[in-house]
């Protein structure tokens, strides 16, 4: 029986191993036949040749993305661990070594940097590189509006586009709009305030206070859209889903000649009348073939968020 240490100081441990250990135990159980002992930043694991190689290539993945992307989650770690028996095909190692080296979408406040953390994320970003129109389809926390997002603030850094305009249906999801207090701006504000959350990540405060004022960056309800042509732009329609036929025709047919648009929408979470069709539905049906729109489809296995939301969205039956 041989010996191998290997160094984790260059990561967060609590990252690596996950919490309460869940990611360790994952681990040891893939390689079964190796004794794993994790103390303080360095890994001692024992066992013999053949299996150390396998682990050792494997871990050292594991480390990359972890260095890389700040985040691990279960999916990731079964990702990059696979099946050791399993023989990569170089495609498949190219797919996954490009992943791993994913560059920073965005370099936000205090050093944050803003990545895509998943498969499907990274596609969201290949896809708008290579395409005018995007739409990113899934459930809640699978990162669609902060990918969306973080790709309209590397467009407006790059000087790509002039202005980033960003808006949501105002449908009311169980509660009464008449009913919330203050003017109109004041009930609208609580619909959009995801889109400021994920704008204060990216953008320094005063910076993000003087693009609002000056309308270098719009954040308005899909209503207010109407009649405009929105050009030298990336727009951003989040919760597309409470968008009716004419709504989404409507702002589809706003773009101009120079700008990107990205259409996000979670199809299990309509908040429209029950009589009322979503106009996301119908898009997802009728554009698929036209060149130019490209669609990519998150499932739970792209949840960020805490390990329980992808348990919770299990149960609700959003993950097929």
């Known amino acids: ?75 990731d770690l079964e990702r990059i661990l696979g099946s050791k028996t399993t023989t990569t095909s170089s495609t498949d190692q190219t797919t996954t070594d490009k992943f791993a080296s994913g560059e920073v979408i965005v370099f936000g406040p205090n050093g944050l940097m803003v990545k895509a953390r998943t498969a499907n994320q990274r596609k969201m970003v290949d896809s708008i590189n290579q395409s005018d129109i995007l739409f990113a389809i899934g459930p809640a926390g699978t990162g669609k509006t902060y990918t969306a997002v973080a790709l309209a603030v590397r ?26 207090p203050g003017d109109l701006k004041e009930k609208i504000d609580p619909y ?55 709504q989404l025709k409507m702002f589809l047919t706003r773009m101009g000649p120079s700008a990107k648009f990205i259409v996000t929408g979670d199809v299990t979470q309509i908040d429209l009348p029950k009589k009322q069709q979503s106009g996301l539905h119908t898009a997802l049906r009728i554009l698929t073939d036209i060149k130019g729109i490209e669609i990519v489809y998150l499932s739970g296995e792209d949840v960020v968020r805490h390990k329980l939301v992808r348990k919770i969205l299990e149960a609700y039956g959003d993950i097929q």
Request: with cysteine; net charge negative; hydrophobic share 40%.
């Open 192 to 246: 959009l305030r995801p889109l400021y959350d994920a704008l204060d990540d990216m953008i320094p405060a005063e910076k993000l206070k003087f693009y609002l004022e000056n309308r270098t960056i719009e954040i308005a309800p899909l209503a207010f859209m109407r009649g405009r042509t929105l050009d030298n732009c990336f727009v951003i329609l989040d919760e597309a889903q409470n968008a009716t036929d004419m």
């Open 1 to 75: 029986m041989n010996e191998l240490k290997l160094s984790i100081e260059n990561v967060n441990p609590a990252v690596l191993w996950g919490p309460n250990n869940d990611h360790f135990e994952i681990i040891k159980k893939q390689y079964p036949k190796l004794k794993i002992v994790a103390r303080g930043s360095e890994v001692k694991i024992l066992g013999d040749d053949h299996e150390l190689n396998i682990f050792q290539e494997k871990f050292d993945h594991l480390l990359q993305h972890v260095e890389k992307f700040e985040n691990l989650n279960i999916t």
């Open 155 to 180: 467009a407006l850094k790059n000087k790509e586009i002039k202005r980033i305009i960003l808006t949501r249906p105002a449908v009311e999801a169980g509660e009464n709009l008449g009913f919330l």
